[in-house]
């Protein structure tokens, strides 16, 4: 299945119906009276959010959605059919603006959850409704409204926990395959991630906690550069970001100050986000190397660590703890679990 995260579309909501001008014929009443009927409203177009529903591929090759239009009045003062709403579906977790202005419309988040986009036109007057004292027979009659259009710009946020970040090649992939079911393309090169895995995690309690494998950061991501910039959207719903950095590198400090500096850039408040700095690959050094390595990034995290706000839930575990694992060796694996719990509140 293709992922696609990002759309737009133009809706157009039903027109209202015609009223009518008629009069009632019927043996033995000669003047019967004004008897035209209203027009029917115009269909209205939501948008409803779907936990069945990944991506926004269904909005790749269809752009126009339009809800029927009302029915005309009809004699005896009968009222137009009402337009049928017209029903979107979209992912849990789809970010809807205007296209034109970019302002914020609805943030469909729980499924089920509906957002009215465009409102259908009102119906027309038949001219039973002009009757008054002064015109008897009224031939007057009014056209149905025409819908709202909208042209709706859709960003899908992913709903997930934790986002798993880092340089390309850091083994975020490697990570979530061995912690949950996904089974994310890992390979010995770069960018094998191109879009977000998601996976779940199971809980102590029993149910589960979703894990999003973001792709690869790179300097001047925040800017365009790779493609972090497309998908960095996806980690401002997390309540807990795992920073992995590869003990391999040529300089794994420097590996975590540049994604630092990308969450930074970016904004959104990322940067103050909680973090979890998750030393990967520790298989690949001596056990003298591997600990002079965790202290300075032990020093460079007590140094960096976001300062806690009354919002930040939970406190949790000190941030400034890096935590050594091997994802290839499955080692390290339930104390990263146990910590990730401990910062999310989770027993």
């Not at 819908?147 to 090649?169: D, F, H, S, T």
Request: proline share 6%.
């Amino acid at each position: 299945m293709q992922f696609i995260d990002q759309a737009r579309i133009a809706v157009r909501a039903g027109r209202g119906g015609d009223g009518i001008v008629a009069f009632r014929r019927e043996k033995y009443v000669p003047a019967g009276g004004p008897a035209g009927g209203d027009g029917g409203r115009g269909g209205d177009v939501l948008l409803r959010a779907d936990a069945n529903l990944q991506t926004l591929l269904d909005f790749k090759f269809r752009r126009l959605f339009a809800a029927t239009d009302g029915g005309r009045g009809g004699p005896n003062r009968c009222t137009g059919a009402s337009g049928a709403p017209l029903v979107i579906r979209v992912p849990c977790g789809t970010e809807v603006r205007d296209a034109r202005t970019g302002i914020l419309l609805g943030d469909l988040t729980a499924a089920g959850e509906e957002l009215l986009v465009a409102l259908g036109g009102r119906g027309g007057l038949g001219n039973a409704h002009y009757l008054s004292n002064r015109n008897r027979a009224p031939e007057k009659c009014t056209e149905g409204r025409e819908g709202e259009e909208w042209l709706l710009q859709l960003e899908l946020k992913l709903l997930a926990e934790v986002g798993i970040i880092g340089l390309p090649n850091a083994g975020k992939s490697t990570l979530i395959s061995v912690l949950s079911s996904a089974r994310p393309r890992i390979a010995d090169y770069p960018f094998t991630t191109l879009v977000p895995n998601l996976g779940v995690v199971r809980r102590p309690s029993g149910d589960g906690t979703v894990f999003a494998d973001i792709p690869g950061l790179i300097a001047g991501a925040a800017q365009g550069a790779g493609l972090g910039h497309d998908f960095l959207r996806h980690i401002e719903r997390t309540r807990l970001l795992l920073h992995l950095v590869d003990a391999g590198s040529e300089d794994p400090l420097a590996d975590l100050q540049v994604v630092e500096g990308e969450l930074a850039a970016y904004g959104h408040g990322l940067e103050q986000r909680p973090r979890l700095v998750v030393l990967n690959k520790s298989e690949l050094l001596d056990p003298e190397a591997l600990a002079e390595l965790v202290e300075r990034l032990r020093v460079h995290c007590a140094l960096t660590a976001p300062l806690p706000t009354d919002t930040e839930e939970p406190p949790g575990k000190p941030l400034d703890q890096p935590v050594v694992i091997s994802a290839a060796a499955s080692r390290g694996l339930d104390r990263l679990l146990a910590a990730v719990w401990r910062l999310l509140g989770i027993s």
